[in-house]
């Protein structure tokens, strides 16, 4: 069976510093990988998206980018956090196609001070 | 792309069934529906989804409309294990991107 891991499950960091959440996802091949942030009491927003290795899509200038080393891992960098960076932040795969659903992990809860 | 709208927040009673309204009126003729639900501080939970039919899993059923701009989630016996904010998405064609709206909370009450 699939199963995604995300990690760490909460993070403080201070303003300025660098930042490196992992996602892998384990028994499938070449998913599309999503990464979501979610600010206290509103909705998901897509940030990055990749369907396959290095190929990132960004959804959403910022201070923060994306890398897919290899097939089943996918990075959410900053190089110095900001305030609003803050935010719970959610690793998901599917597989591609018209109507794969998407498998989320269960996130990372980042407050930047 | 197709958006989706859903009411903010909706009650319902312990053992009543909810129904949870989405419009998806600029939606393609390929594309499907999702639902996912988010129990607080959890990553989104997929419930089910459908393109022309209605769908019907053992967490709940899924109502399209003929004309496929609408459709409606049915918890047929909501318990307060399902109090959760709902989400109605749909994929935006011909890419792999996944949109997500504010959703709509749900709280069952006793």
């Known amino acids: 069976s699939q199963t995604i891991h995300q990690w760490p499950a909460t993070l403080v960091q201070p303003v300025g510093s660098p930042l490196s959440l992992e996602c892998t996802v384990e028994?499938?091949?070449?998913?599309?990988l999503y990464w979501y942030r979610q600010a206290a009491g509103r909705g998901l927003q897509l940030l990055f998206y990749?369907?396959?290795?290095?190929?990132i899509s960004s959804e959403v200038p910022q201070n923060l980018s994306a890398s897919r080393p290899q097939d089943r891992q996918f990075i959410l960098s900053s190089k110095k956090l900001l305030l609003s960076d803050s935010g719970f932040y959610l690793c998901?795969?599917?597989?591609?196609?018209?109507?794969?659903?998407?498998?989320f992990g269960q996130g990372t809860r980042l407050t930047v001070v | 792309d197709a958006k989706t709208t859903q009411p903010p927040s909706m009650d319902c009673a312990e053992g009543r069934a909810a129904n949870l309204p989405c419009n998806h009126s600029?939606?393609?003729?390929?594309?499907?529906v999702y639902w996912y639900r988010q129990i607080h501080s959890q990553g989104p939970q997929y419930i089910i989804h459908?393109?022309?039919n209605n769908e019907t899993n053992e967490m709940a059923s899924l109502i399209i409309t003929e004309d496929r701009k609408s459709s409606t989630l049915i918890l047929p016996h909501a318990t307060l294990r399902d109090t959760a904010v709902y989400y109605c998405?749909?994929?935006?064609?011909?890419?792999?991107?996944?949109?997500f709206g504010t959703g709509t909370r749900l709280q069952v009450f006793p």
């Open positions: 998901a795969w599917r597989m591609s196609g018209l109507s794969a659903e998407a498998f």
């Open positions: 600029t939606i393609s003729g390929n594309e499907y």
């Open positions: 990749s369907v396959g290795i290095g190929q």
């Open positions: 459908g393109l022309k």
């Open positions: 028994g499938t091949s070449n998913p599309n």
């Open positions: 998405i749909v994929r935006v064609s011909n890419t792999d991107k996944l949109i």
